[in-house]
């Protein structure tokens, strides 16, 4: 096999790694863990997160379902996801709060970590099967830098349900958590590669 062709193969194969990256963020799905309105405990939590660099970025996956409705004045339901360093009540990142209304991305909150919330990627993918079925309901995978503050230290995720305390149900689901490196830096960085194998294998 030629260099140029071989250079040929891996931009061809750094292309569709790069075309997969971009579109595979609509089409994850895993299993889902739920809480819901009434349960006892509110709150799903994952451990033994660690980040250690700007070129890694978390990556999960929410939902949330209601049977309430937007009243004016009223108090919904609603579920935050947030994530703090172990042992360290403030190194918190509210995430997300998910309610009847739709999703606040990186809310303000007194003595929280402050991102942009324009730095946090987030697309709805479809609303997993959830047990029980509730009227109006939303999923979402998001994937954002972590702050240098909670980097290189053990982390945890929580998905907090909040419950108005109304017989109107809400529930709120929490998928797959994983750290990836950032899709666009990849697959930038295999096109590039690829890019100059193919301009050096030409020069021969
Ligand atoms: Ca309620």
């Known amino acids: 096999m030629s260099a140029s062709f071989s250079a040929k193969v891996l931009l061809a194969f750094a292309v569709v790694a ?3 990256l971009g579109t595979s963020e609509s089409l994850a799905q895993g299993t889902f863990e739920t809480v819901k309105t009434g349960d006892s405990s ?3 939590q994952r451990t033994g997160i660690i980040i250690n660099s700007d070129r890694s970025f978390l990556r999960f ?3 949330y379902s209601t049977d309430e409705e937007v009243v004016p ?6 579920a935050t996801a947030s ?4 042992n360290d009540l ?3 990142l509210i995430l997300a709060t998910l309610d009847r209304t739709g999703a606040i ?3 303000e909150s007194p003595g929280a970590i402050s991102i942009d919330p324009n730095s946090i990627q987030r697309s709805a993918i479809s609303v997993p099967a959830l047990q029980p079925v509730l009227l109006h309901s939303s999923a979402f995978e998001v994937t954002v830098q972590i702050p240098e503050a909670l980097q290189n230290r053990e982390l945890n995720f929580f998905f907090d349900l909040f419950d108005n305390g109304d017989p109107l149900r809400s529930l709120g689901a929490l998928g797959e958590i994983t750290v990836v490196p950032e899709p666009s830096v990849i697959g930038l960085g295999l096109v590039a590669l690829a890019s100059v194998c193919l301009m050096r294998a ?3």
């Open 90 to 92: 403030s190194a918190v």
């Open 18 to 20: 790069w075309m997969q």
């Open 73 to 78: 004045g009223a108090f919904l339901d609603s």
């Open 202 to 204: 030409c020069r021969r």
């Open 105 to 107: 991305w990186a809310p």
């Open 42 to 44: 509110l709150t799903l």
């Open 61 to 63: 996956q929410i939902a």
């Open 83 to 86: 994530l703090q360093a172990v």
